[in-house]
């Protein structure tokens, strides 16, 4: 969970000034990603130029390079990310696994 000055720290990142209501509605919910979705951005560019060649899903990992290095990430990453800005906020997230089809068949993860 992110705590109540990490999230200020965000929502000044993504430029998000809207209050949270007092129910959790989906205009809401639909302004915040929208404007994370018009910030953080789905590159690989850690995997490529970092010594380490590695990825990490801690949330305090996610938050420094997401709103303290203002990077973005691979699917998973920005994924977390938002799934723990959600809870965070009172939502409840549920995660799942999802994959693109490129053929006729889908194969094992």
């Excluded at 997401?66 to 990453?77: I, L, P, S, T």
Aim: glycine content about 8%; charged content about 15%; some cysteine.
């Amino acid at each position: 969970m992110f705590t109540p000055e990490q999230l200020s720290q965000y929502f000044a990142h993504i430029s998000f000034t809207f209050n949270l209501p007092a129910s959790h509605s989906l205009a809401y919910l639909s302004e915040l990603q929208k404007y994370h979705l018009a910030t953080v951005p789905f590159e690989n560019l850690t995997l490529h130029y970092s010594k380490h060649h590695l990825l990490s899903l801690d949330p305090q990992d996610l938050f420094r390079k997401v709103v303290g290095r203002r990077m973005g990430g691979y699917c998973m990453e920005i994924n977390a990310f938002f799934g723990i800005v959600l809870r965070s906020l009172g939502f409840t997230v549920f995660s799942t696994g999802g994959r693109v089809k490129p053929d006729k068949e889908y194969l094992g993860w």
